[in-house]
Structure formats: C-alpha cells, structure tokens
T-cell receptor, first 117, second 115 residues
C-alpha cells in the first residue's frame, strides 16, 4: 500500500541553525501539507501546497518557514533559523483530488522529531 | 472558541467492550468533514474514519463507527470490541470547505484498554 515517507526520523540541531525536513508524498497525490505537534499537545496545521504554490498557511508559518517541491517526488519544509520552541514532531501529509469523500482523506507520514538545543 | 473539543483527556475500557470517545465541533460553514485519527505510542497518525456534513448515514469502518449528531455538533467515535492494540491517543479533526483542506485537530483522548 502506498505511504508517505519522511526523513530523517529524528533531527537534532542547534538554535539558530537551518533545518530541512523531507517528505515523499504518495505518488499520485497533488495536495501536500505540513503539521506539527509539540510534545503532549494537539496537532497544528502549518501549511498546504497545491499546484506548486502555498494554498493555505497558519499563523505559525511565518517568514522562518518555507516549503518547496524541488522535484517530482519530494516535498520539503525548511526552517531558516531554528528556535527552542520549534522542537516538535513534524508531520507531512498528502491527499488526492479525486471526486468523492476520499479526496479529503489526508495520509500522514511517520513524522520527523525535531529537537532544537 | 475552540473549533474541536475533546473533553476526555483519558479513558479506560475493558478489553472486548465498546467505548465512545467524545468530540464536539464549532463551525458556521455548512459544508465540512470530520475525521478521527489514531496515534499509537510510536507517533504516526493513522486515519480511522471520515464523516461528511451532508452524509445521511453515520460512517462505519470495521470496528469503528461515528455517531454523528449534526444538530448537537457532535461526532463521537465508537470502538466496538476493544483490543489491547487500540490503546493510543485518538484525535478528532475537522475540515471546513471555506478554509480549504487544512485539518483542525482537537486535543486528543488517551484510550487505555485493560486486559
């Protein structure tokens, strides 16, 4: 069964450093998302991406964040200058655009745990 | 106001019994969808079930069913015949048509199944 993959599974970085989190969405999907979950808290939406541009973003997704689809398979989240409060699990998700309720189902990757020291 | 409220931070259920996890939502959008995800201790998010606001019947997927009460704005998840592997965090989420495809999650309920 197709699945969303994410690398690395765990990233440790120093405050102020740039990190890039990578995701490979399901191959025929066209909508891509990033969410984050601070330890013990709810999952929060960051950004959605469709047709090579951002379609929605939350207040969390400020100028320190950017997303990119550098090729036909990868979808990346970059944090330019990490802060301690960026420590969280980051989930990538994807969905397709077929008709019917299935088009709303978002398939989540296993997540990347980011630790900022 | 919270868009998704899960009032039960933690619940216990005896193995083989049914359990209901509560979820209430708040939206003025007439077209929306409600989701339940399971998050085991390993951390991944597993889709369980979806209910559209215009669906006439309650959604069911195997041992999972969604008790959708539109007038009360509730979308409770019912798990029948609980198994030890059902022990996990469960999140209710909503997608509103006017907000695109983003999901808004509740705070989650930790379900613990007792042998």
């Amino acid at each position: 069964e197709p699945e969303v993959t994410q690398t690395p599974s765990h990233q440790v970085t120093q405050m102020g450093q740039e990190v890039i989190l990578r995701c490979v969405p399901i191959s025929n999907h066209l909508y891509f998302y990033w969410y984050r979950q601070i330890l013990g808290q709810k999952v929060e939406f960051l950004v959605s991406f469709y047709n090579n541009e951002i379609s929605e973003k939350s207040e969390i997704f400020d100028d320190q964040f950017s997303v990119e689809r550098p090729d036909g398979s990868n979808f990346t989240l970059k944090i330019r200058s990490t802060k301690l409060e960026d420590s969280a699990m980051y989930f990538c998700a994807s969905s397709d655009t077929t008709d019917g309720p299935e088009r709303y189902e978002q398939f989540f990757g296993p997540g990347t745990r980011l630790t900022v020291l | 106001a919270q868009k998704i409220t899960q009032t039960q931070p933690g619940m216990f259920v005896q193995e083989k019994e049914a359990v209901t996890l509560d979820c209430t939502y708040d939206t003025s959008d007439p077209s929306y969808g409600l989701f339940w995800y399971k998050q085991p201790s390993s951390g991944e998010m597993i889709f369980l079930i979806y209910q559209g606001s215009y669906d006439q019947q309650n959604a069911t997927e195997g041992r999972y069913s969604l008790n959708f009460q539109k007038a009360r704005k509730s979308a409770n998840l019912v798990i029948s015949a609980s198994q030890l592997g059902d022990s996990a965090m469960y999140f209710c989420a909503m997608r509103e048509d006017n907000a695109g495809n983003m999901l808004t999650f509740g705070g989650g309920t930790r379900l613990m199944v007792k042998p």
